[in-house]
């Protein structure tokens, strides 16, 4: 719901994700290496829909803060953040041996990038 500010709240449904996969990683694992087809199971096709529904939500509160000449589509910027913070999450947040070293932490590589990318499409700054 853009709490405490839609910024903030942007990047920490990314904190959020980074979270479940280092503390959750088997069930990680399942959502995303199953390969059982979302549409086949009516019951986690809606549970990955609420889901996305709470980063869609956060990614229109952003959205109307950046100008309108350079605002992408609210679903474009979900999506590019979903997989920008899925791919930290694989390669840098897992919970298992095939985690990569970073020289930062994934929180704060994550921020980084979502500073960068949002920056670039002229978002005001974290409050």
Do not use: C
Not at 28 to 46: I, K, N, R, T
Not at 109 to 125: D, H, N, R, T
């Amino acid at each position: 719901g853009g709490v405490p500010e839609p910024v903030a709240a942007f990047e920490n449904t990314g904190k959020a994700y980074l979270a479940f996969a280092r503390e959750e990683p088997a069930l990680y694992a399942a959502m995303f290496e199953s390969g059982l087809a979302l549409e086949a199971v009516p019951a986690l096709q809606q549970a990955s829909d609420r889901a996305f529904a709470v980063l869609r939500a956060a990614s229109e509160a952003v959205a109307a803060l950046i100008p309108k000449e350079s605002r992408p589509p609210a679903l474009m910027l979900s999506l590019h953040m979903w997989a920008f913070a899925h791919g930290i999450a694989s390669l840098f947040a897992r919970g298992d041996a095939g985690r990569r070293k970073l020289p930062m932490s994934p929180d704060e590589l994550l921020e980084a990038g979502f500073l960068i990318y949002l920056q670039g499409l002229g978002a005001p700054p974290k409050r």
